[in-house]
């Protein structure tokens, strides 16, 4: 019942703010389900996200909702949401506070984050502190550079207080003519010790149509896994886009089979620097072993 009350709501929000064209300044909604095959076992999860910004004079309105069902290396089913009001100084500083949490069949929290940030055409940084709870917090950084028109590199810092270390993650982005690329370097994740080295991509064959193609490799002795994918998208209309990929993630010796869909409708340029890297983290989890984890 609260998934499907949090999501209405998120509909709403979107569809209230695109009746008002001069305060939508975002939006997001799409719906991603994929399929595996372990070795004759059959399992699914699936992700319905939605992300709206509404500006008005100053003053910045966000909310990023999802609901997770996910039944691959454990079932569950759970709600993620952050709703949060900032305050923009000046077009490049942007300072605010939200409520955060996830409720479901994981360990359920309620939270806050207070965000700042600073960006324009050249860098981006921005700084992000969440409570978990009463007793655990993640802090992270975010920064960004435009080393060429073409080319942004990336720099994501995730420090959890009950983590020894902090998850880091190097990227470059590259967008030029039909051509969009991406490569990221994860020194650690949540779920097992070893870095991960991955790239995705797509070709505009033309304006509806588009290839993607993506590959990772794991880069730790003691946990041996690769993932590819190849995939295409097709634009139903202005702003929505359906793409489908089919691809294989070996985990030391066992295969994975993984068929993917995606429905998505955005439209708009996000103005938090935080939650543009979060959303480019999971887009980056779709062809990643990382997957195969509810998180």
Do not use: C
Not at 225 to 250: K, R
């Amino acid at each position: 019942m609260l998934q499907k009350l949090t999501l209405t709501s998120m509909i709403a929000l979107i569809a209230g703010a695109a009746s008002a064209e001069d305060g939508l300044n975002y939006a997001h909604l799409s719906y991603d389900y994929s399929h595996f095959d372990i070795e004759n076992d059959e399992r699914s999860s699936g992700r319905v996200q939605g992300v709206a910004e509404y500006t008005f004079g100053q003053f910045l309105l966000s909310a990023d909702i999802a609901s997770i069902q996910h039944d691959v290396i454990i079932p569950v089913d759970f709600v993620e949401y952050a709703v949060s009001a900032s305050y923009m100084a000046s077009p490049e500083m942007l300072f605010g506070a939200g409520f955060t949490g996830v409720d479901g069949d994981i360990p359920a929290w309620d939270g806050y984050e207070v965000f700042g940030q600073y960006q324009n055409d050249q860098f981006a940084v921005a700084l992000n502190y969440t409570s978990i709870d009463d007793d655990d917090a993640l802090t992270s950084l975010y920064a960004e550079y435009a080393a060429a028109p073409e080319l942004r590199l990336g720099l994501d810092v995730q420090s959890y207080t009950y983590l020894d270390d902090p998850i880091s993650t190097l990227s470059a982005s590259y967008d030029a003519g039909p051509i969009q690329a991406r490569g990221y370097y994860k020194d650690s994740n949540l779920w097992f010790d070893g870095a991960l080295l991955g790239a995705r991509g797509s070709y505009d064959v033309n304006e509806t149509f588009r290839v993607t193609a993506a590959v990772e490799k794991s880069l730790d002795d003691n946990f041996d896994a690769q993932t590819y994918a190849i995939g295409a998208g097709y634009q139903v209309t202005d702003g929505v886009w359906l793409d489908a990929s089919a691809g294989q993630t070996t985990v030391e010796t066992t295969d994975i089979t993984q068929i993917q869909a995606m429905i998505s409708f955005e439209t708009g340029t996000q103005t938090r620097v935080d939650q543009r890297f979060n959303q480019l983290s999971r887009d980056d989890r779709r062809s990643s072993v990382l997957a195969l984890f509810p998180l």
